[in-house]
Structures are given as C-alpha cells and as structure tokens.
C-alpha cells in the first residue's frame, strides 16, 4: 500500500503514453533513483516508474542526503532518449512538477536554478537526474523527483526556513496519489512534446526565480558573485561577473539570490535564444 492506495490506483485509467506504463512500487527503499538505475541496465520498458512510500536513504546531487518520510513523494522515471535530450530532462522534470502543484493547489512555484522547486523562497522539491553514457549513445535516464507534500520544515528541523511542503502552504494535508498522477501526466505530455521535436526550454527559462538577479554560486572550482543574465538552451546560467565578463555555469548552487540587484543600463536578456 501506498498511503491508503495501491501502486495500481496510480496506474489506473492514467493518460498516458509513455510515462508510467510499468508502475514498482516498494514500502521503504534506500533511493528511487538506484533501483531505476539497476532496473535500467536491466533493460526494463521505457517510461517505467519506480516509487517508495519512504526512502531510507534518498540522494540529492553530490552525494548530499534527501530526507523523504512516508507522506512525501519519491519517484524516479526510466528513459532511453537520444543523447540529445538529455540537458532538456532537467527542464521537463522542474516544469512537471510546477506544473502539477499549480494545477492542483494553486500555489505558484518556481525554479532556483539549477534544480530546485522553491514557494516563495523555500524548497518543495528536488530533482536528481542521473544517466550512463556508453560510446556515443545515452544508455539510459534516470528522472529523480522528491516532492514534499505533506512534510516540510516541521519535521526537518536542520531545515527550517529551507524547507517547506505542499501541505504547511494549504494549512491542510493534500493526497499523494493525485500529485503522483499529475506529475507523471504532465511529464509524459512534456516527454512526448519533445520527442516530436518541440522544446520545453522557454517555459522552464520564464520561471526560472534567479535570472536578472545577484546570485552567489558554488562551482566546482569557486565561488562566483555576479547578475545572472540569462540562460543558455543546454541550460547552462549565464553570469556577469563584476569584471563585466560572461560566464557560462554548466554546474553548481546558487547559495543565495538577492533582489536588490542595481541592473545595469544595458537590458537583460531573458534568454539567449528564446524559440
Ligand atoms: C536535490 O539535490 O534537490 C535532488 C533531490 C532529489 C530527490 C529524489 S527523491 C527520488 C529520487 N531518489 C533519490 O535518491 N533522489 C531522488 P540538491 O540540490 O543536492 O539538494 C540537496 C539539499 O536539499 C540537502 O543538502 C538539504 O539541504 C536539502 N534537502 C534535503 N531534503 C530536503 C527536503 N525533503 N526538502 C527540502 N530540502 C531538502
């Protein structure tokens, strides 16, 4: 059981192509996204869902720990796209997740780039995507999703004013198994949506919280201080350093972001290529 419904009450009348057609679920798992990636080089059906009703060990990127406690959502989605795709299923996934809590909630949230779903400035959900490269050819993806529904900052005291869930923005619990189903309706319309060569790029880039303002980002190699101008289609984040140099940040944190950014005169661009 999953809450009070079966991994079939998911799958059930689901409109969907691709995305969920093959639904495992498991009571208490370490990570969603380990067994997809084991059930991937197993070669399982495309679109297949792997979800927990708690993760014991839930990853978040450089090994940084995910809490996701019974009530919260832990999924991760198997895909064998074109190498092509891959800087798009960062997007794809942010954006089914905005998507569905706007839908079913009416709350506006939105993405702190490079991954995270903020509610004002508080984190809802995680994304880890994770993929095999073999030779030339993409073996498989592997779409990590961690929602906090009902659970947020009140159980996760070391992050408190971090953190927040679906339910302590309502003031009252939300079911599970119909943002599980949104989500995975909304990825499979954006997958497919991709596939027949359209582009989830510009949408993902107009909500994206951080552009045409200060941001402080962990790189690999530094921390950098500068206006993040814009975005790139590989959705790189493009920063004006204080030099006035342009930066293109491929990977990192943004630590934080301020809104008292003196722009400029010349005028920002949302985008560099905004088809
Ligand atoms: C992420 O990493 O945000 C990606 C999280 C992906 C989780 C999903 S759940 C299903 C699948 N299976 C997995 O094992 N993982 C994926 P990152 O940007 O590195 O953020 C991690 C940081 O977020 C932590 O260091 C904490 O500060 C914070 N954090 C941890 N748990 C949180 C939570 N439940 N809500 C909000 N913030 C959290």
Known sequence: MLGNFTPEDISYALDT??????IIYYHSLKSTNDTAKSEAIRGTVEGTV???????????????AWYSPKGNIALSVILYPDRKYLPSLIMLASLAVIRSIKQLTG????IKWPNDVLIGEK??????IENRVLGNKLDYAVMGIGVNVNH??????????VATSLAEELGK????????????????????????????????????????????LQTDEAILEGLAESVARDGGLMVR??????????????????YDFNPPSRTIRRGIDDH
């Open 50 to 64: 792997v979800i927990a009703g708690e993760q014991t060990a839930g990853k978040g990127r450089l090994n940084r």
């Open 17 to 22: 192509r691709i995305i969920g057609k093959k």
């Open 173 to 216: 619990t939300i079911s599970l198994i119909e943002v599980v189903r949104k989500i995975l309706f909304e990825m499979d319309g954006l997958y497919r949506l991709l596939l027949e060569g359209g582009s989830v790029f510009k949408e993902w880039r107009d909500n994206l919280v951080n552009l045409g303002r200060r941001v402080y």
């Open 107 to 110: 709350l506006q949230a939105q």
């Open 241 to 258: 350093g204080k030099d006035g140099i342009l930066l293109k940040v491929v990977s990192g944190d943004v630590l934080f972001h301020c």
């Open 123 to 128: 984190k809802v959900a995680g994304i880890l």
């Open 152 to 161: 947020g900052a009140v159980i996760f005291p070391d992050l408190a004013g």
